[in-house]
T-cell receptor, first 116, second 116 residues
Framework: AQTVTQSQPEMSVQEAETVTLSCTYD???????LFWYKQPPSRQMILVIR??????QNATENRFSVNFQKAAKSFSLKISDSQLGDTAMYFC?????????????FGSGTRLLVRP | DAMVIQNPRYQVTQFGKPVTLSCSQT?????MYWYQQKSSQAPKLLFH???????NEADTPDNFQSRRPNTSFCFLDIRSPGLGDAAMYLC???????????????FGPGTRLTVL
């Protein structure tokens, strides 16, 4: 069974600085997708960034980038120039085709606080 | 804007009193999901509809049921809520087909259920 592990329950960063959130996963599949979702306090979950396992190039979305190490099964998220609005719970998620559908498996989350 | 809408945002019910949560979407996505998210935990998939086909997770209690009368709407019915069912319930959608896969799930804002 696939598992997703986020070893940092909470992190804190000064505004404008860079922070990296860690995520590891375990799977025997070769074709899958990885995501980082952001869930701000009392607001809905939104997709931050996605990575297809077959792509070697790391995904980037503006201030957000990932370090995807397929052999190590590692998928970390780097947030550059942190902003107060980045304060949220961040979930790493794994997706593959199973039981006739794509299913997301979430990690336990990392609560990020951006300090002014 | 196309979106996923959940009503109500907050629901209070009594122990054992049936309750229904609703989800609607304007994205015209063919897959709809229901997740349960307890405080400071990752979302846990309860079930999903692929078009009209219902797919229940093996560990979803029988107390939880779902209906999807049309593409846009999906309901979560809790037949006899217990104190342990108090949680945030998230609805999500995605578009999946042999030719076109969005690759992400779009989440609603959630309904926070309190059981007294």
């Amino acid at each position: 069974a696939q598992t997703v592990t986020q070893s940092q329950p909470e992190m804190s960063v000064q505004e404008a600085e860079t922070v990296t959130l860690s995520c590891t996963y375990d799977t025997s599949e070769s074709n899958y997708y990885l995501f980082w979702y952001k869930q701000p306090p009392s607001r809905q979950m939104i997709l931050v960034i996605r990575q297809e396992a077959y792509k070697q190039q790391n995904a980037t979305e503006n201030r957000f980038s990932v370090n995807f190490q397929k052999a190590a099964k590692s998928f970390s998220l780097k947030i550059s120039d942190s902003q107060l609005g980045d304060t949220a719970m961040y979930f790493c998620a794994f997706m593959s085709w199973k039981d006739s559908s794509y299913k997301l498996i979430f990690g336990s989350g990392t609560r990020l606080l951006v300090r002014p | 804007d196309a979106m996923v809408i959940q009503n109500p945002r907050y629901q209070v019910t009594q122990f054992g009193k049936p309750v229904t949560l609703s989800c609607s979407q304007t994205l015209n996505h063919n897959v709809m999901y229901w997740y349960q998210q307890k405080s400071s935990q990752a979302p846990k998939l309860l079930f999903h509809y692929y078009d009209k086909d219902f797919n229940n997770e093996a560990d979803t209690p029988d107390n939880f049921q779902s209906r999807r009368p049309n593409t846009s709407f999906c309901f979560l019915d809790i037949r006899s809520p217990g104190l342990g069912d108090a949680a945030m319930y998230l609805c999500a959608t995605s578009r999946e087909s042999a030719l076109d896969w969005v690759g992400e799930q779009f989440f609603g804002p959630g309904t926070r259920l309190t059981v007294l």
